[in-house]
């Protein structure tokens, strides 16, 4: 199988200078190696050709973020395995070979990823991906190591290889079939969760997605957004409903909706009560914009296959901020 990873960058020179040289490194016997510039204008582009001639770079016209970043890049990519990573993610030796063999050993796999644990703490899971992304009945992504902002400690305990329902942006294989017969991200969503929706698809068409534990990477994280950006609580909450209304089953559809709409409600007035009314006013954003695209998605959901059952039948919030599950392993 001929592997390609493609590094989304826009104005990362800082960030390819600590983070490219692993990726060489550890992968250049088994993959080519991309940068995907999404129209920067630092020296990104000038420092990879100078340090790095064996990366081959891919120009976009434009910063169209994750999303048409990726689906640009890759019309120019020929390979049959992608591996989509963040420009702050640092890989490790032979972090390749053990998720490179689940897709020659499972044709119906399609999407992929590794163990991430935090750069600045490599003890502890890293919140975009951990090991491993599900979703709660009313859409709330959390992962397995990873409960909203409570991160564990890794302790092997998820050196498995499991099926799970969504894999992390940060460092994300995917086969290239399945990508373009998917037509690739949403690019309506420009940024965050639009991997969620990509692996719904995916389990909407009836292919597996795995993690593989036996592959470790670090990831900085808020390499492009810190977490404190409103702009990103705004994404976060309008790409969440908008997952929501393309790929829920027709059963649990009005209610999980009018649901959810209550639930970013009470965390609008979470973020007022904790003196932060710039994220309660990115959540109203959030929902003035779902609702100015919600029949342009209705109409995205028409023509999807299948509506699958999903993730946990009951509510991480629930289980985290009323019965104080912080663990994977305690959820119910």
Same mark, same amino acid.
């Given at each position: 199988?001929?592997?390609?990873?493609?590094?989304?960058?826009?104005?990362?020179?800082?960030?390819?200078?600590?983070?490219? *040289?692993?990726?060489?490194?550890?992968?250049?016997?088994?993959?080519?190696? #991309?940068?995907?510039?999404?129209?920067?204008?630092?020296?990104?582009?000038?420092?990879? &050709?100078?340090?790095?001639?064996?990366?081959?770079?891919?120009?976009?016209?434009?910063?169209?973020?994750?999303?048409?970043? #990726?689906?640009?890049?890759?019309?120019?990519?020929?390979?049959?395995?992608?591996?989509?990573?963040?420009?702050?993610?640092?890989?490790?030796?032979?972090?390749?070979?053990?998720?490179?063999?689940?897709?020659?050993?499972?044709?119906?796999?399609?999407?992929?990823? *590794?163990?991430?644990?935090?750069?600045?703490?490599?003890?502890?899971?890293?919140?975009? %991906?951990?090991? %491993?992304?599900?979703?709660?009945?009313?859409?709330?992504?959390?992962?397995?190591?990873?409960?909203?902002?409570? $991160?564990?400690?890794?302790?092997?305990?998820?050196?498995?290889?499991?099926?799970?329902?969504?894999?992390?942006?940060?460092?994300?294989? @995917?086969?290239?079939?399945?990508?373009?017969?998917?037509?690739?991200?949403?690019?309506? #969503?420009?940024?965050?969760?639009?991997? /969620?929706? $990509?692996?719904?698809?995916?389990?909407?068409?009836?292919? !597996?997605?795995?993690?593989? %534990?036996?592959?470790?990477?670090?990831?900085?994280?808020?390499?492009?957004?810190?977490?404190?950006?409103?702009?990103?609580?705004? $994404?976060?909450?309008?790409?969440?409903?908008?997952?929501?209304?393309?790929?829920?089953?027709?059963?649990?559809? $009005?209610?999980?909706?009018?649901?959810?709409?209550?639930?970013?409600?009470?965390?609008?007035?979470?973020?007022? /009560?904790?003196?932060?009314?710039?994220?309660?006013?990115?959540? /109203?954003?959030?929902?003035?914009?779902?609702?100015?695209?919600?029949? !342009?998605?209705?109409?995205? &959901?028409?023509?999807?296959?299948?509506?699958?059952?999903?993730?946990?039948?009951?509510?991480? @919030?629930?289980?985290?901020?009323?019965?104080?599950?912080?663990?994977?392993?305690?959820?119910?």
């Amino acid at each position: 199988m001929k592997t390609a990873i493609i590094i989304l960058n826009w104005n990362g020179e800082k960030l390819l200078e600590q983070f490219l *040289p692993s990726i060489v490194n550890f992968s250049s016997t088994e993959a080519d190696i #991309y940068v995907a510039d999404n129209a920067s204008t630092d020296n990104s582009i000038q420092y990879v &050709r100078k340090f790095f001639p064996s990366v081959k770079i891919v120009v976009n016209t434009l910063n169209g973020g994750y999303a048409k970043g #990726y689906n640009d890049a890759l019309q120019c990519i020929e390979a049959d395995i992608y591996c989509l990573i963040n420009s702050d993610v640092e890989v490790t030796e032979n972090w390749l070979n053990p998720i490179l063999n689940i897709f020659k050993e499972e044709k119906n796999t399609a999407i992929i990823q *590794p163990k991430i644990l935090d750069f600045k703490n490599r003890t502890k899971f890293e919140y975009a %991906g951990a090991a %491993g992304g599900f979703i709660d009945f009313y859409g709330y992504p959390y992962c397995r190591g990873r409960i909203f902002n409570d $991160l564990e400690d890794d302790n092997k305990q998820f050196n498995d290889i499991t099926n799970i329902f969504w894999a992390s942006g940060a460092c994300f294989f @995917v086969r290239s079939k399945v990508y373009h017969e998917l037509n690739g991200f949403d690019e309506d #969503y420009f940024a965050h969760q639009e991997e /969620i929706d $990509l692996c719904w698809r995916a389990k909407n068409a009836g292919l !597996k997605i795995k993690y593989v %534990g036996m592959s470790t990477v670090y990831h900085l994280g808020g390499g492009t957004l810190q977490e404190t950006n409103p702009h990103k609580t705004y $994404l976060n909450f309008r790409n969440s409903l908008l997952n929501i209304l393309k790929n829920i089953p027709n059963k649990y559809l $009005l209610f999980v909706i009018f649901s959810r709409l209550l639930l970013d409600g009470i965390a609008g007035i979470k973020f007022l /009560i904790e003196f932060r009314p710039i994220h309660t006013l990115a959540i /109203i954003k959030a929902h003035f914009s779902f609702y100015k695209n919600f029949f !342009k998605f209705l109409k995205k &959901r028409k023509k999807l296959i299948n509506k699958i059952d999903y993730g946990l039948h009951t509510s991480i @919030v629930w289980q985290y901020f009323i019965l104080f599950r912080r663990k994977f392993k305690e959820l119910k």
